[in-house]
């Protein structure tokens, strides 16, 4: 999916979070109110949640070290250069 764009509501006490794709893909985050202050956090905090929740190419599934971590590729680390790099 290659982002395109994102829309937050506000509804019954949670944040929902849409996520467009290029392909006409759509992707809904439900996060509990406190859970963000704004629709900027809204969007943050969905982000995250998905990269937790996303084990390609980071670390073979395993949690995620840190905050930092979380928001990386995960290639950081390793010996190898990311995928369709030449030297």
Not at 26 to 49: K, Y
Not at 54 to 74: A, H, I, M, Q, V
């Amino acid at each position: 999916m290659h982002l395109t764009g994102a829309k937050v509501t506000h509804q019954q006490k949670a944040w929902h979070v849409d996520f467009f794709g290029d392909a006409g893909e759509q992707l809904t985050v439900r996060l509990p109110e406190a859970a963000a202050l704004s629709e900027e956090d809204a969007i943050d905090r969905a982000r995250e949640m998905m990269v937790q929740l996303t084990p390609f190419g980071t670390r073979g599934g395993e949690p995620s070290l840190n905050r930092y971590d979380s928001l990386s590729n995960g290639n950081f680390d390793d010996d190898q250069p990311p995928f369709g790099v030449k030297h």
